[in-house]
């Protein structure tokens, strides 16, 4: 029995795919395939995968069925995080999903799950991503106010959520946490956010993030251990399509 973890598989079997790193990068090439087998290898019916947002470009169930049907038919029990591009999945509207695709697929907001003696808690997250201003040295020195201003908006709407999954974990007697993130926990300008914040006054041990893919990406967060909590970047093409063992 193990805890895996992976995002960003960017599915599109019934959908148009627009992104020119995805068309054209040679670690997207036949992703699925690389990704299916390395699960069935590794993947017991026992197991349980997280995966950590951005699952399909369709723009509406209806585009998506055909990549949500790939994710469950992978073995063992699948936990779902919503990404920025899941544009099939409102928020408002996780139990009628859960309602269609369980027990085949949960997908987690404002709750949590249960692996062992941890509860698995997550939401999509947020980060401010620019835009930024760079000197001739590549250094940033200026950024929208602007967005600065809405992508604060978005981040505290991110962080309630979040606690909520965390106090009715808490409220049922859990005590250990492992937490799950689309976007990573801090950005490029920050040291800590409200979400390392969030991990530490939780006891959170692990946090799982994705969303950083493409090597220029890799770096934009925290890897390893800081403050006492260990951090991990899971996008697809970061593992190279070999999901990540969480905990055994």
Known sequence: MALYAIGDLHLHFQSELKAPGQLHGRVWKNHEEKFRKNCEKLITAADTLVLAGDHSWGKNLSECEADLAYIRDLPGRKILIRGNHDMFWDAKKTKQLNELYQPGLTFLQDSYEVYRDYALVGTKGYTFEGPFLIDGRGRIVDWDAVEEAHAKKLV?????????????????????????????????????????????????????????????????????????????????????????????
């Open 156 to 248: 505290e709407r991110e962080l309630r959520r979040l606690r909520t999954s965390f106090e009715s974990a808490r409220a049922d007697g859990y005590q250990r946490f492992i937490m799950f993130l689309h976007y990573p926990p801090t950005n490029i300008l920050e040291e800590r956010s409200g979400f390392t914040d969030m991990a530490e006054e939780y006891g959170a041990e692990q946090v799982i993030y994705a969303h950083c893919h493409g090597e220029s990406r890799f770096r934009d967060s925290i890897e390893g251990e800081f403050r006492g909590v260990r951090y991990h970047l899971a996008s697809g093409d970061y593992l190279r399509w070999k999901p990540l063992k969480v905990l055994d």
